[in-house]
Nanobody, 117 residues
């Protein structure tokens, strides 16, 4: 299992920006698909953005054009740049590392993002 440590959450006003980071302890990090998920109170966890080992990305419709996922394989880190934040982006954000061929599907402990109106 991969150890994942998220950072960068906090309180921000609507329209502001935050950058989340997720540091991974994985060997062969570059072979992992990485994702950011979020869970708001009373709601199911949902995919926000994902980046494959080859670098292709996909986003939830609700964040397209505002959020950008990226990875730095030299630092074993994935980022989520969040711009034009809205109150509905308020949630706990979780980092996920996945490498099905070795049966690995790991989660971080989560970081709180709160957007005030």
């Amino acid at each position: 299992q991969v150890q994942l440590v998220e950072s960068g959450g906090g309180l921000v006003q609507a329209g502001g920006s935050l950058r989340l980071s997720c540091a991974a302890s994985a060997s062969f990090f570059s072979l992992y698909s990485m994702g950011w998920y979020r869970q708001a109170p009373g709601k199911q966890r949902e995919l926000v953005a994902a980046i494959a080992s080859v670098g292709s990305t996909n986003y939830a419709d609700s964040v397209k054009g505002r959020f950008t996922i990226s990875r730095d394989n030299a630092k074993n880190t994935v980022y989520l740049q969040m711009n034009s934040l809205k109150p509905e982006d308020t949630a706990v954000y979780y980092c996920n590392a996945r490498r099905p061929v070795v049966g690995d599907d790991s989660w971080g402990q989560g970081t709180q993002v709160t957007v005030s109106s």
